[in-house]
């Protein structure tokens, strides 16, 4: 009796712990694994982009080594284009997305977002041309206007909801579509404060006019696959404790108040 008893305890033990290696939230598998993988689309100034060398740098990016730090694991970035980031989180290509994503009803139906660790807004880059009759996002919601912003982002959403009676085009990156609008081709580009303010300090960008005022409210945030529940803990408790002893407002000075890092980068 008392050996049968053994037996199913022991055959429990075994089966809990199976069940808990299956389900393990993917900060436990990066620990197992020693490296943390992280999708990422490099191409959102100041927070993910590539340096001359090939690096991929940004605040956000600081962010995540300073996770990986924390963790005790490698780093290793996943570079994708913007749409493919969810579909990757799901197909298991990476642990978490790291790549500036807001947190918005309808991704949030697709996956779980950690606290958010800075917000923004959209903004709007204008040609010079309309500097007398656009003075904010309300004017250009005109037919006649041509409106360009970044596939898969929330600019483009922005965009569609915003300025419905507006022509809109898409781009792969949110460069192509400033470009568009600096040659004169568009009126004007949707995209995230940060982002905006920095691209206008391009040359070839100069004679673009900003509407600095947001008019959307958006929290960034790392995504994780539907019910990591561990994960999201630890990965909040984490922002916390950076928020508290100084890490996060050191990154933060480094990325938006200094202008060091521009020099690493191709304008």
Do not use: C
Not at 158 to 168: S, T
Not at 187 to 204: E, G, V
């Amino acid at each position: 009796m008392i050996k049968r008893y053994l037996s199913r305890l022991l055959l429990g033990i075994v089966m809990f712990s199976h069940g808990y290696l299956v389900h393990a939230g993917a900060i436990d598998e990066a620990v197992r694994r020693g490296v943390l993988k992280v999708g990422t689309n490099p191409a959102y100034v100041p927070f993910e982009m590539t340096d001359r060398n090939g690096r991929v740098i940004g605040f956000e990016i600081d962010l995540l080594r300073e996770m990986s730090k924390a963790l005790g694991v490698q780093l290793e970035l996943v570079a994708v284009p913007y749409t493919d980031l969810i579909p990757g989180l799901l197909a298991s290509r990476f642990d978490l997305i790291g790549s500036g994503m807001t947190v918005t009803q309808e991704r949030n139906l697709t996956l779980n977002f950690s606290d958010s660790f800075i917000i923004v807004g959209q903004t709007v880059l204008l040609h010079p041309r309309w500097a007398d009759k656009v003075h904010s996002i309300e004017d250009l919601n005109e037919a006649g206007f041509q409106i360009v912003a970044a596939e898969g982002t929330t600019g483009e959403a922005a965009a569609k909801r915003f300025l419905g009676a507006a022509r809109l085009r898409s781009f792969p990156t949110p460069e192509e579509a400033v470009r568009h609008v600096a040659q004169g081709k568009a009126d004007a580009f949707i995209h995230d404060a940060p982002y905006n303010l920095i691209a206008i300090t391009k040359p070839q960008n100069s004679a673009l006019l900003a509407l600095e005022q947001p008019f959307t409210y958006e929290p960034l945030a790392f995504g994780v696959k539907k019910g990591d529940y561990d994960s999201l803990n630890w990965i909040n408790h984490f922002l916390n404790q950076v928020a508290q002893d100084g890490t996060y407002d050191r990154l933060h000075d480094k990325w938006f108040k200094d202008t060091d890092w521009m020099a690493d980068i191709d304008w």
